[in-house]
């Protein structure tokens, strides 16, 4: 009997659960699910025989360690920061530890240690980070087996609603982390052209989108991602002229978001006074600069549109305008946004979701230029069982199982870009439906 | 005999060190200035009978005790964060503490235990922030006496160059620290406009300036600082319908900066790539958006100028457009631009700085609204003797001489709001040519 230990309940966690209960049996695995909530890892197991809810506080340590201790792998799908406590704990009783996060720069210094006790520590084990790695490096791999040099690598990926669940103007609700949605992109965003640097500050990130087709699908709006060159060595590009990893949204998201980024209600640094007093439309007024006229009309000037453009439209649709109070006490901007949105972009029971995820390589083979598109969309079932946990959870379920076969031979902390992990999960994903179609032609 | 040990010999220090040593004789007493740099502390003593220099590394906890054991009074002209060392030793000791930094929370936690020992442990008391604090209360306690209700509380400093010395089209040199005029503005302005708060981020900062008019002396740009709520407790105008503090820079410098922080040179948060091979015309490449034409056509374009308006004079004058090598390895954007800059915003050894300070306060008294426009200009003599080291180092000679003299009654950490404080010293610097002019009128 193998056991399995999953930390953390939550949404993201419940279609990596449900793989590792649908195998425990014919596999003898036995799963337990740890929570602070109890009620909520007795719902994941559903009374399976193979499986049992745990009450866990992470931050005691004895409880977290002797749980640990009775487990052969770990899954962690914890709040990032709090990776590492469960990490050091896996160094010390020997278990291997999987996670579907950003591994940290604490986590890989664990990383020799983790090696000397021949322990498998993988990280961004999900979606993105995660899936991303995988098909991208299945796809390099195979242009460099066949003798191609690449030129360029494009990768884009978005947490969508899907089309038939799509019914308000800016075309999204959301489908995961709602304040890493209000704060995505803060920094300066850094890729490629042309073999030059190129750097995007926040304030215009959202302005210059530029526009992606994905076969199929029609146009999306794209902006670069902060860590574009990020992967540069570990995906084995590291000379390469054109490299950009990219976020997807409708078209006309990002154009109606920079509204918002420029006018500062992206901001989470500062406490807006009196916000609990303060009703919307005198928060607008308090951004916008002096002038005549409604706070409707001010805004429309100050944002170069008519009254009624797209963008106008949007913003009237969150209620920007109205006088209704905000009733948040000490918050900051973004923490109001974040607070109006979860009810505008609240997702219904019903509500399907849809993941893309796009590669664009460009390669040179024997005088000619490749273009090779490798696009995969995703739709959830409903609110509960989205596309975004699956595409998250099936990685980590399906690496513990490799883990237990003896398949997974590299030791360490690492993500996942060796094809010994990346072909047999993408493999496996296949028969969920996670399918990369690629559309080649010369250029 | 009492001993003034004055910590820090740079510019900001020069006008305090002399004017203690020029008080020394006749009050009976010595003066002991102390940097890492011998020579320098040396050269400001100037072999005067009643001066020494001293080694100081203040890092160093026994040598920095040692020297504030052997003084009755400290005045700390150090970094700001290192004040704090100096505060522990006085309270320790025993010894009345004077510096010109903004006062920490760190600081401001030492007051029970200052006023226990019956200190005085004096912030705040140079020019901005100093002559700024106490030239406001005079006038608003003055106002307060009278009966007046204040309306509008409006204040600008700023640290320019003197017309005679202007001879750049940015009509800019650094007289002051060149960072922090780099990364002024930065995070979000915060201020009154009739009862309202409002709010202007970083990114609409220099172009959402507006115009101040100082008499005699013409309009300025002016753009809010981000504390302007900062002080209202203190200055007892909590309930104020107005308040700004502001920074004032010649009339097109906001327009043209606003260009360098929609780039995002201003940032200083990540490094370039590759900075060493750089050349000043591909770094410009590197922000501007894709597009067709040369890096200066592309420029105009981005920031919407014809070619040769005055904003894009001003950058071609910096040499951005310039096929020349940056030399800085691993620098930021702000640092790059903060590099170019030092050489090109360098003041000349005859250059005169110029300082110019306004209140402009509204109040009501006897059913009519009142306005004081209270203006002070200060000129420099040369790059050594800036009119911005006088104004910070005379409050802070003058306020050790009030204490030495037992004029001070308010122990504990403070800012000199109160009169006992900013009477004697106002008056004294008028002596030395810092006069505010009042301009009154009812609207």
């Given at each position: 009997?193998?056991?399995?230990?999953?930390i953390?309940?939550?949404?993201?966690?419940?279609?990596?659960?449900?793989?590792?209960?649908?195998?425990?049996?014919?596999?003898?695995?036995?799963?337990?699910?740890?929570?602070?909530?109890?009620?909520?890892?007795?719902?994941r197991?559903?009374?399976?025989?193979n499986?049992?809810?745990?009450?866990l506080?992470?931050?005691?340590?004895?409880?977290?360690?002797?749980?640990?201790?009775?487990?052969?792998?770990?899954?962690?799908l914890?709040p990032?920061h709090?990776?590492?406590?469960?990490?050091?704990?896996?160094?010390?009783?020997k278990?291997?530890?999987?996670?579907?996060?950003?591994?940290?720069?604490?986590?890989?210094?664990l990383?020799?240690?983790?090696?000397?006790a021949?322990?498998?520590?993988?990280?961004?084990?999900?979606?993105?980070?995660?899936i991303?790695?995988?098909?991208a490096?299945?796809?390099?791999?195979?242009?460099?087996?066949?003798?191609?040099?690449?030129?360029?690598?494009?990768?884009?990926?978005?947490?969508?609603?899907?089309?038939?669940?799509?019914?308000?103007?800016?075309?999204?609700?959301?489908?995961?982390?709602?304040?890493?949605?209000?704060?995505?992109?803060q920094?300066?965003?850094?890729?490629?052209?042309?073999?030059?640097?190129?750097?995007?500050?926040?304030?215009?990130?959202?302005?210059?989108?530029?526009?992606?087709?994905?076969?199929?699908?029609?146009?999306?709006?794209?902006?670069?991602?902060?860590?574009?060159?990020?992967?540069?060595?570990?995906?084995?590009?590291?000379g390469?002229?054109?490299?950009?990893?990219g976020?997807?949204?409708?078209?006309?998201?990002?154009?109606?978001?920079?509204?918002?980024?420029?006018?500062?209600?992206?901001d989470?640094?500062?406490?807006?006074?009196?916000?609990?007093?303060?009703?919307?439309?005198?928060?607008?007024?308090?951004?916008?600069?002096?002038?005549?006229?409604?706070?409707?009309?001010?805004?429309?000037?100050?944002?170069?549109?008519?009254?009624?453009s797209?963008?106008?439209?949007?913003?009237?649709w969150?209620?920007?305008?109205?006088?209704?109070?905000?009733?948040?006490s000490?918050?900051?901007?973004?923490?109001?946004?974040?607070?109006?949105?979860?009810?505008?972009?609240?997702?219904?029971?019903?509500?399907?979701?849809?993941?893309?995820?796009q590669h664009?390589?460009?390669?040179?083979?024997?005088?000619?230029?490749?273009?090779?598109?490798?696009?995969?969309?995703?739709?959830?079932?409903?609110?509960?069982?989205?596309?975004?946990?699956r595409?998250?959870?099936?990685?980590?379920?399906?690496f513990?199982?490799?883990?237990?076969?003896?398949?997974?031979?590299?030791t360490?902390?690492?993500?996942?870009?060796?094809?010994?992990?990346?072909?047999?999960?993408?493999?496996?994903?296949?028969?969920?439906?996670?399918v990369?179609?690629?559309?080649k032609k010369?250029?």
């Amino acid at each position: 009997m193998k056991n399995i230990l999953i930390i953390g309940a939550g949404r993201s966690a419940s279609a990596c659960i449900r793989y590792c209960l649908d195998h425990a049996k014919a596999n003898q695995w036995f799963v337990t699910v740890a929570d602070t909530n109890l009620e909520l890892a007795q719902q994941r197991i559903n009374q399976h025989s193979n499986g049992k809810a745990a009450w866990l506080d992470v931050q005691k340590p004895n409880d977290r360690k002797d749980l640990i201790g009775r487990h052969d792998i770990v899954v962690s799908l914890l709040p990032a920061h709090l990776h590492i406590l469960v990490a050091r704990d896996c160094i010390q009783l020997k278990k291997h530890l999987v996670t579907a996060s950003y591994v940290s720069k604490e986590m890989y210094r664990l990383g020799d240690e983790a090696r000397d006790a021949n322990l498998i520590f993988m990280g961004e084990m999900g979606l993105d980070p995660g899936i991303d790695h995988m098909s991208a490096m299945k796809l390099l791999n195979e242009i460099r087996e066949e003798g191609g040099k690449i030129t360029t690598f494009k990768s884009y990926a978005g947490g969508l609603i899907a089309p038939e669940s799509d019914d308000n103007p800016w075309h999204y609700k959301f489908t995961w982390n709602p304040r890493n949605v209000v704060l995505a992109g803060q920094g300066t965003a850094q890729y490629m052209v042309d073999g030059k640097y190129k750097y995007t500050p926040y304030s215009r990130l959202f302005k210059e989108h530029h526009v992606v087709h994905v076969p199929d699908m029609g146009d999306y709006d794209a902006y670069p991602n902060r860590d574009s060159l990020l992967y540069r060595e570990v995906y084995g590009v590291e000379g390469i002229p054109n490299i950009l990893r990219g976020t997807l949204r409708f078209r006309g998201f990002c154009k109606a978001w920079h509204a918002l980024v420029q006018l500062g209600l992206t901001d989470g640094s500062y406490p807006i006074h009196d916000a609990e007093q303060m009703t919307y439309h005198e928060l607008m007024n308090a951004y916008l600069p002096e002038g005549a006229g409604s706070v409707k009309e001010r805004m429309a000037r100050f944002l170069g549109e008519n009254i009624d453009s797209d963008v106008m439209n949007k913003l009237e649709w969150l209620g920007l305008f109205r006088k209704v109070k905000m009733n948040l006490s000490t918050a900051t901007p973004a923490l109001i946004l974040e607070h109006l949105l979860l009810d505008k972009w609240k997702l219904s029971p019903e509500d399907k979701d849809m993941i893309i995820m796009q590669h664009e390589i460009e390669y040179e083979l024997k005088g000619k230029t490749h273009q090779i598109i490798s696009s995969m969309v995703m739709k959830g079932e409903d609110s509960n069982d989205t596309a975004m946990s699956r595409l998250v959870g099936l990685p980590l379920g399906i690496f513990v199982k490799l883990i237990i076969e003896g398949k997974i031979t590299t030791t360490g902390v690492n993500i996942p870009v060796m094809s010994e992990v990346y072909t047999p999960v993408l493999q496996e994903l296949e028969k969920f439906g996670v399918v990369f179609t690629e559309y080649k032609k010369i250029l």
